[in-house]
Structure formats: C-alpha cells, structure tokens
C-alpha cells in the first residue's frame, strides 16, 4: 500500500518540478522527489544506498541549487519552446510506450528481498575500476568549478593591482 | 638491494609526473621549463637503465582490478626491457635537443608535457602484459604523436598532417580492439601469455581474424603499405619530435607488436608470407620514393618507412632477433640522423636540399655525424646497420621463405646506398645555388648528437647480452643465442654478404657515375614521376578528405545549436533503437 | 513482494524518465535543464537498484546505483558553476541566445 502512494507523490513533485515557473521551487520539489525516491529504494531493500541518496540528492544538490540560483538571478523567461508542446506530449507518451512494452516481459515476479551483505564486497573488491573511476571523476569535477568558480572572483579586484 | 618492480612504475611515473609538473610550472618560467623536463627524462633513462641491471626473469607486477576486470600486470622481458631503454634513453636526448631547437618558442609547457607523457606511455606499452591496458597505452601514444605533430597549430599543412596521422593510426588501433576483444571472448582474460602459449584453443578462423587485425594495426602504426602518407606528411612537427616518435619509438610499436605475438600466429596460413609481402612491398616503394624527393627530412622519412619494412619482412621470415637487432641500430642511427638534419635546417632556414650544398665547410659538425649516420644506415662495415641488415637478410634466405623476395630485398639495399648517397652528397657537397645565412649549431645539440654517433658505430658490440637476454625470458618465441665470434662468422664468412656489400657499392657508384648513365635515367624517368605522386596513394587520400569535408558541409544543417533540438534527436534515436528491437525479437 | 509492488516501482521508473525526457524537451532555461538531467538520473537509478533486487544480485545493482549517484552529483556541479558563468558572461539563461553556431 505503501509503494502506491509514494508513487502517486513521486510523479506529482516531479511533474510540479517541471512546470513551476519560479526556479527556486523548482530546486524544492526536486527535493521532494529525492527523498521519495530515497524512501522507496529503502522499501526495496536497497538499505545503504537509500541513505546515500538522501544525504546527497536531497541534501547536497538542493545547496548547490540554491546557491547557483541566488548567484545567477531568478528572471522569468518566456516559454515559448521551439518544440511545440503538443508534439513533446506525443513523441514522450510513444517513447514510454515502446520502452515500457519492452521490459514488460523481463520482469519476473516472484521476488524476495534478499538481503545480502555483499554490498561492501562488491564495491571495495570487485570493481575496482569503478571505484577509481570515480576518485578520478570526482577530483576533476571539483577542480573544474574551483577553476569556473573564481575565475570572475579575480575580476572583482580593482585593475590598480595589475602593474 | 634494489628490486624491479618498483622500477617498472617509476620509469612510467617519472615521465608522467614531470609531464604535469612541467605544465604548471608556466609558459613564463621558460628555463625552470627546460631545465625540469631534462632532469624528468635523464632520470626516467637512469631507472630504464637501472631495471637492466637488476633484471631477474619471470618477475610480475600485477595490480588486481577487482574479480570483474582481471589484473593490470606489467611483465619484464628482454623485448620490453630493451625497448622501454630505447625510448627513455632516445627520450632524453631528444628533449636535450629541444632545448636549443625550441629555444622562444611559444608555449613551450605543452611541447614539453606531451613529449614526457608520451615517453611514460611508450614505456608502459611495451612493459604490459594486459592486452586491454596496451590497448590504453597505444591511444595515448596516437594522442601524444597527433598534438605533438600539430604543434604550431597556426600552420595549416601542420594541422592538416597531424589529421592525417591520427585518422591512420586510429583506423589500426580499431584493429588492435578487435583483436583484444575476440581475447576475451574466448579466452576469458586479456592476458598474452596465456594467448601466446596455447594458440590451439582458438578456432582457426576467430585466430585468422585475430591475426590479420594485428597485422592492420601494426602497419598503420608503422606506415607500412598501405597506410604509408601518413608519416612523410607528418615531417612538419619539430625535428626532435620526428627523432624521437616517428624514427625510434612510436612506429616501432607496430613492429614489437608482430614480434610479441609472432608465435600464436606463424601457423595461420598465408599470414607470415602476407607479412613479407608488407614488409617488402613498403620497403621497395619508399626506397623509390625517397630516391626523387627534394625535402631533407621527407627522404628521412622515407628511409624510414623502408627500413622499417625490412624489420617487418624479418618477422615475417622468421628472424625475431634479427629484427629486433636492426630496431635497436635503426633507433639509434635514424634518431642521429633526424637530429643532425634537424640542426641544419635551424642553421640554414630552409628544408629544400636543392636550395642547400656545399654545408660542408660551414658546418663540419653537422657534416661528421650526419655521414656517420647515414654510412650506419647504407650498411657500410663497422657500423651497426651492417650487422644488422646482413642478418635480417640471412633470415631471409632460412626457414624456406620464398627466394623471390630476398632478391627484391636485395635491391632494396642498393637502392638505400644510392639515396643516402644522394642527399649527403646535395646537402653537403655540391654547389650552392642561392645565398643562405648560416649560423653555428647549438651546444646542447651537440651534446644530444655525440652520444648517437657513438652509439652508431658501437652497438653492435651488444649482441652477446642482447641476445642471451631475449631468449632467457621469452621461452615460447624460440631465439637463438648470438655471441659476438659467432656473429663475425655468420655474418663475414657468409657468401650472402659479399653479394650484399657489391650491390652496396654498385649503389654508391651509380650516384658518382649518373652523368655517363643518362641513358639508363630517361629510361627509368617515368617511373620516377610515378614515385612522385606516391604510386597514386595521395590521389586517394585526396579523394577521402575531399568526400568527408562535403558530406561534412551538407549535414551542417541539423546542427542547429539548441538544446531543445539536440534532445529531441537523441530521443528519436533511442525509439528507432528500441524499435528495431522490437521488430528484430 | 508481489506483483502490485513491482508494477509500483516499475511505473514510478518510466513515469520518471519520461517527465524527465519531457522537460527537456520543453524548457529554455538552462538552470531547469539540470533539474530536468537530475530528475531522470533519478529514475534510472530506481531501475537498477529494483532490477538488481529482482535478478537476485542485490550489492552489484546497489554498487551500479553508487557509481550513478556519483557521476550525476559532478554532472550537477559543473553544469551549475557553467550555468552561472554563462549568464555572467552571455547576460542571460535562455538558450537561444547561447546558441551561436554560425549557420
């Protein structure tokens, strides 16, 4: 019963996401849709990776949000697609469709949750390329906006400085 | 007690940590630059040197990657071992070099970064055996050799020339995934010696596909036919950058690449003869071209392609030692020869030799160690490409290989007496016809070019410790041992090598004698303009870029720069896919 | 588990993706189009965790799902620091006036 309601609010803040015109909201129900997507990985059984997720995606990447929302500006902007809305509507609901169809067959539906300890194991040990994948990704993103980030810092000192 | 395995990982991460060091150190700072990137490679060479001494057989460094991945493992044996010295050694000599030749050259940090990361990579390639992981290190070496090439990316015939090099070395590298991934495939790993020592368990026609993709790769890497433009057209980056990768160690791994798989494919039917047939037909026709080009270092270039075949005509034959023998004397002498070319054009300004001559007596330096190397490379007596050449060519005439062959090799080294003699004498002693302003060859150059010149008249005396070091560690590839008095006989008292040493010399002749051969020239003329124009392979290059650029321009249209559209693209993508999945189950 | 909740989480996957896919189809503010990658990344996350559970390999899907969270938090990272860049140096958000490719 649990997993029907989480689903109904899961699609509503994620279509409210999409459709608030004010970019700050926007940030919030993305929020809400994190931690609803965060509750039910952990009614899955999905336990550590139910926790990371909350603890970044609605925690982190709500900050950095704001942040960039308060530093960039929040002016509307007219929302004229260039796609016309009606044929996004069709061409998404044929997509789905066919995605949808596709898997439908692949689910086999008698599943328990087990719980193995594994988790550890698997993501120390065995994919070990996955996990300096990801040391090496993380380093670049965090150089790369430390670079973006104070590039204009340095404009804001007055041009006397420079000889 | 020093061991190898940490020696492996410094010569790698020596190169590769100066590389950053040396960028971030600032294109302001030119002499820190400079001065850096010389110790970086002098003591990448010393742990190169160093793993030598310390070498004990059978040893392996393996780094796990977990269950899913199989291991990262670097294996040290004497191919590795003498190649990785090759190109560190060779390495620092060239950035020794560049320390004149680039002296005020704008963004010098780049140049100097890409040469360290691309020695580090070099090195790696040949040390791994993780098929997976070579495959890394031969990209790396492709991107190292494209942004090496385009250095002054302001001229357009460079950027044009690196294009080329990087489209051709990708298109063998395509054939060097495929081969990795039938591998896996069937074998469950990627490691070669697994693959090496049991070839049997493959079925013939995957280890056919296998083979000729290998064979792919390694032509294209080492501008064999017929992916040969690439590498003259690569003649625009900077002299040491065409020493040290496109004469001693970048196109080499083409060849190491034939001989480290050479046992798990000698049995597959028609490739060692498809091998000879490369290595001759590249030989033969760069040789010809070489003889009616007019740019200094394009005869250099040609004259690597050639020689190049005969390494690759000797693996074919069955002659592993050989042609790793003549690898080492030709890194040596044609690395001395780019570098000693290189110094004359920064005298004189130009790379035309038909606007040089009489060099001679202004730049008597230059002119002894270029003759050096080029008498090395024509194949006089006493100097390493002697030795060499007579035993690539007495493997050719063992094993049953087809006698044909060995007699176009056979004029395939008159005709290099003949080009060499050719340009030493158009650079060096003929008449000058224009006004050129000369100036003094630089220090540092000359301290990176004694070292060659010694090494050209004296590494043949390794053959011993060479030798005895290649088949201690590789069991399976069947090398004999050579020592030095059993050189001397083979080589000297063999009747092969009177033959070769006449043809040699008729070569020599025919240049001091062209006057009264006229005859025989118009005769020879048109195939000379066919030489020309490159056996017609241009013309196809030509066509290639002509037809990519203006696909290029009508398509422009759908780019139209909008994230909407670009989405909405990707979107149509995915449903055809998902489509065709549907139809297709 | 049963059938219902299965069927649950897989409609939340594909409603998920879809909305994702719709908005970016839609928007012309550059700031709602990493609200838009974060919203599918979402549900391809929830796709390999329950398809992890469901193939009785549990850790390998959850160890997947780490390796996602992480790429799509440097996704957002970088798109927001390039994002307000673009405004400080371009003026404004809207995708049409970044767009400059010459035609």
């Given amino acids: 019963m649990w997993f029907y309601i989480i689903l109904v609010g899961i699609i509503f803040c994620a279509y409210q996401a999409v459709r608030d015109k004010r970019l700050l909201l926007s940030a919030m129900w993305l929020a809400g849709t994190s931690a609803l997507v965060s509750i039910m990985m952990y009614l899955l059984g999905a336990y550590q990776i139910a926790v990371i997720e909350l603890s970044v995606g609605a925690g982190l990447v709500t900050v950095l949000f704001v942040f960039a929302i308060n530093i960039a500006g929040d002016e509307p902007i007219p929302n004229l697609s ?82 | ?138 990209e790396i070496t492709a991107l190292c050799s494209y942004a090496l090439i385009s250095f002054h990316n ?40 697994i693959f090496i020592s049991n070839p049997a368990l493959f079925p013939s026609n995957i280890l056919a596909i296998m083979a000729f993709g290998f064979l792919i790769a390694a032509a294209a890497k080492s501008a064999q036919f017929p992916f040969q433009t690439w590498l003259p057209d690569a003649m625009e980056a900077p002299s040491p950058i065409s020493a040290l990768i496109h004469a001693a160690t970048m196109v080499n791994a083409g060849v190491y690449l034939l001989a480290r798989f050479f046992p798990a494919f000698k049995d597959v039917p028609g490739w060692t003869l498809s091998v000879m047939i490369v290595g001759m037909l590249s030989a033969l026709m760069a040789a010809l071209m070489a003889l009616v080009s007019t740019d200094l270092k394009r005869v250099l270039a040609y004259s690597t392609v050639s020689q190049l075949g005969f390494m690759v005509y000797a693996v074919g034959a069955g002659g592993i030692l050989a042609s790793q023998f003549h690898l080492m004397s030709h890194s040596v002498f044609k690395a001395l020869l780019f570098l000693a070319a290189g110094a004359v054009i920064h005298s004189v300004g130009t790379r035309d030799m038909r606007e040089m001559g009489g060099l001679g007596k202004d730049l008597p330096f230059a002119r002894m160690v270029f ?78 070019l004694i070292p060659l010149a010694f090494g050209a008249i004296t590494t043949w005396l390794l053959i011993g410790p060479f030798s005895q070091l290649m088949s201690s560690s590789l069991p399976i590839h069947n090398i004999e041992v050579l020592s030095l008095a059993s050189l001397f006989e083979h080589v000297i008292l063999a009747p092969a090598t009177w033959i070769t040493l006449a043809i040699i010399g008729l070569g020599i002749m025919t240049w001091f004698g062209r006057d009264s051969l006229s005859g025989v020239q118009k005769f020879v003329s048109p195939l000379g303009k066919l030489a020309e124009s490159s056996f017609g392979f241009e013309e196809i290059n030509k066509f290639i870029v002509r037809t990519t650029n203006s696909l290029g321009e009508n398509l422009r249209i759908t780019q139209t720069g909008k994230l909407n559209w670009n989405v909405f693209f990707i979107l149509i993508g995915l449903v055809g896919v998902f489509a065709v999945l549907l139809i297709g189950a | 588990m049963n059938i219902s909740t299965s069927m649950a989480v897989f409609t939340a996957v594909i409603g998920l993706i879809g909305i994702g896919l719709y908005c970016l189809l839609i928007t012309r503010n550059l700031i709602r189009v990493v609200v838009a990658l974060q919203i599918l990344v979402k549900g391809a996350m929830l796709a390999l965790v329950f398809v992890g559970q469901m193939q009785g390999q549990p850790s390998l899907g959850q160890s997947m799902a780490l390796t996602v969270i992480v790429a799509d938090t440097i996704v957002a990272v970088v798109g927001l620091a390039l994002a307000v860049q673009v405004k400080r140096y371009v003026g404004s958000l809207d995708i049409a006036e970044i767009s400059k490719l010459k035609r």
Avoid at chain 2, 166 to 175: K, S
Avoid at chain 2, 413 to 437: I, M, N, P
Wanted: proline content about 3%; some cysteine.
């Fill in chain 1, 82 to 163: 260039f796609i016309p809305k009606s044929l996004a509507r069709i061409f998404i609901v044929l997509a789905i469709l066919i995605i949808g169809w596709q898997i439908l067959p692949l689910l086999n539906f008698p599943i328990s949750i087990n719980q193995d300890t594994g988790f550890q194991l698997i993501v120390w040990e065995s994919r070990k390329v996955d996990l300096y994948l990801q040391v090496v990704m993380i380093f670049a993103g965090v150089i790369s906006m430390l670079r973006l980030l104070t590039d204009d810092f340095q404009r804001q000192i007055p041009t006397e400085v420079h000889e």
């Fill in chain 2, 1 to 138: 007690m020093l061991q190898i395995e940490p020696l492996v990982l410094l010569t790698i991460l020596l190169s590769w940590i100066g590389a950053i060091v040396v960028w971030l150190i600032g294109d302001r700072n030119e002499k820190i630059q400079h001065l850096f990137s010389i110790v970086f490679s002098v003591t990448a060479a010393i742990s190169a040197i160093a793993m030598l001494w310390v070498y004990k057989s059978g040893t392996i460094l393996s780094f796990s990657m977990g269950a899913s991945y199989g291991d990262f493992s670097f294996i040290t044996d004497g191919l590795g071992l003498f190649l990785s010295v090759v190109a560190t050694v060779i390495g620092c000599l060239a950035i020794i070099f560049s320390v004149d030749y680039m002296k005020g050259s704008a963004q010098l940090g780049r140049y100097y970064s890409f040469v360290l990361f691309f020695i580090g990579a070099m090195v790696g390639l040949v040390l791994t055996s993780n098929l997976l992981l070579m495959f890394i290190f031969w």
């Fill in chain 2, 371 to 448: 003759i050096i190397g080029s008498l090395a490379l024509a194949g006089i007596p006493i100097f390493n490409g002697f030795w060499s050449k007579e035993l690539i060519l007495e493997s050719g005439l063992e094993h049953g290989n087809p006698i044909w062959i060995y007699v176009i090799m056979l004029i395939v080294t008159g005709l290099t007496a003949l080009y060499t003699t050719r340009c030493v004498w158009l650079v060096f002693y003929s008449d000058r016809k224009t006004e050129l302003h000369i100036h003094p060859v630089g220090k540092n150059m000359k301290i990176a």
């Fill in chain 2, 154 to 193: 302001d001229d357009p015939k460079a950027v044009a020339g690196g294009m080329k090099a990087l489209i051709m070395t990708q298109i063998g590298g395509l054939g060097l995934l495929l081969g990795a991934l039938l591998l896996y495939a069937y074998a469950g790993s990627f490691d070669i010696n």
